[in-house]
């Protein structure tokens, strides 16, 4: 009952923190004349410029998108944290301004790009009554702009079928060709538990990865822009396991990935839709000197329709494994985000080659209600459909939910509470 009342009470303080522009009180009525960003030394009037460097084009084209509608304080918002994003800003504050037409206002932004900071976030913080606690903070040094190198310490058995807690770092480089191109560069380093259940359900042939006591992995990556709403990303994964048991065995699973990304978003008057698919591929092989060979095919659909204080939005995800992967590469269900409300032991304790999911989430204002459905099993098994549906409050990323897996004989409500991102 106490992280009941922890999740209203910290609900309640972001409420009574609403933001009021300065200049003027303004709503929906107004339409938007135009979107100007200002940054140290620069401004730009996004709709009177024919390009800006500064600007590439999905982000120049969603905020064309804004002018000649309605005010939208959400999307306003919205924009401001793409933004911050975007330019590795220490700040982004909008500001509304009288336009130089009846009815019309002028939207400024300014964008405070320190040529050296430092940031400091908190992408998990998560408690759930069947998996415990898990939590990841991470510190971010900027440089010029363009360069930032990150530093963090995880602890998590959400995600995955064991609790990894480690550090990770990483560095990015988003100056090539326009802000076209990302180099990045990741290490993580890791030590492993795994509950009894996982144990227990080790199998003695080698159709399953072994356990392993420690993990770490060195990552090169690329992301190209290829088109206004598509990138693609492509890297080499060299990861080293040490194996649990008598001799401390280190293998190598090294792969090669490739992740295309294609993000559509479309907003009118009174509502929005944003439609994001993902498609991964992580393939090992002897070439790349792996002690495992598999191919892991993910894809990743979610549509997202925000009208007023209404939020709908729909998860789809499905997969695959072919060949013999490490547990870390397994699918996983029955966690904070996928069939919520059944423990991921009880579905597969090691995880599963085969994967499907589908959640449905209704929010208006505060009020959150899910359904969530979805299978997971081994090739040559028959896969079972379960079903969850949950109510909670949800604050921007903050969320306190309870969760029911639907199942004959008995109901065993689950606690979810925290943010993730």
């Not at 100007?36 to 982000?59: K, Q, Y």
């Not at 963090?152 to 802000?179: P, Q």
């Not at 080499?236 to 090294?254: H, I």
């Not at 498609?279 to 191919?295: G, H, I, M, N």
Request: a negative charge; one cysteine or more.
């Amino acid at each position: 009952m106490k992280y009941v009342w922890l999740g209203c009470l910290l609900v309640g303080s972001q409420l009574l923190a609403g933001t009021q522009d300065s200049e003027f009180n303004v709503n929906t009525r107004y339409t938007v004349e135009t979107v100007v960003l200002s940054g140290d030394g620069w401004t730009s009037n996004v709709g009177a410029e024919p390009r800006n460097d500064r600007i590439n084009a999905i982000l120049r084209r969603d905020i064309l998108a804004l002018i000649g509608n309605k005010l939208n304080p959400e999307a306003l918002d919205r924009l401001a944290t793409r933004l911050r994003r975007e330019f590795h800003a220490h700040n982004v504050e909008r500001h509304v301004v009288r336009g130089k037409n009846p009815e019309s206002v002028q939207v400024v932004f300014d964008i405070d790009s320190r040529p050296t900071r430092f940031d400091l976030s908190v992408p998990k913080f998560l408690y759930a009554s069947q998996q415990g606690w898990n939590g990841a903070v991470e510190g971010v040094a900027t440089v010029a702009t363009h360069h930032s190198l990150t530093a963090g310490i995880v602890s998590d058995s959400d995600e995955l079928a064991e609790r990894y807690a480690g550090v990770i770092a990483r560095y990015e480089d988003t100056s090539l060709a326009g802000d076209r191109v990302r180099l990045g560069f990741q290490f993580e380093s890791y030590h492993d538990a795994w509950s009894g259940n996982t144990v227990a359900a080790q199998p003695g042939d080698a159709s399953v990865g072994e356990l392993y006591r420690s993990r770490q992995n060195f990552q090169p990556e690329a992301t190209v822009m290829l088109a206004k709403p598509l990138s693609l990303t492509v890297g080499t994964s060299f990861e080293r396991l040490e194996e649990e048991g008598p001799g401390s065995e280190v293998v190598a699973a090294n792969a090669a990935f490739a992740t295309l990304r294609y993000h559509e978003s479309l907003e009118d008057s009174d509502s929005q839709q944003d439609l994001d698919a993902v498609y991964s591929l992580r393939e090992a092989s002897r070439a790349l000197d792996s002690d495992f060979v598999y191919a892991r095919n993910r894809w990743d659909f979610r549509y997202t329709l925000t009208k007023g204080k209404v939020v709908i939005i729909e998860d789809l995800s499905a997969g695959v494994i072919t060949g013999r992967a490490p547990l870390y590469e397994r699918f996983v269900l029955g966690n904070s985000s996928t069939l919520r409300g059944w423990n991921k032991y009880d579905l597969d304790p090691l995880g599963g080659n085969r994967m499907v999911a589908n959640s449905v989430d209704l929010r208006y204002g505060l009020l959150q209600l899910f359904y969530d459905s979805g299978a997971i099993w081994d090739r040559n098994d028959s896969a079972t459909l379960r079903h969850s549906v949950g109510i909670g409050l949800r604050q921007g990323i903050f969320s306190l939910a309870l969760a029911f897996p639907l199942r004959e004989g008995r109901i065993d409500p689950v606690l979810i509470l925290g943010m993730n991102y």
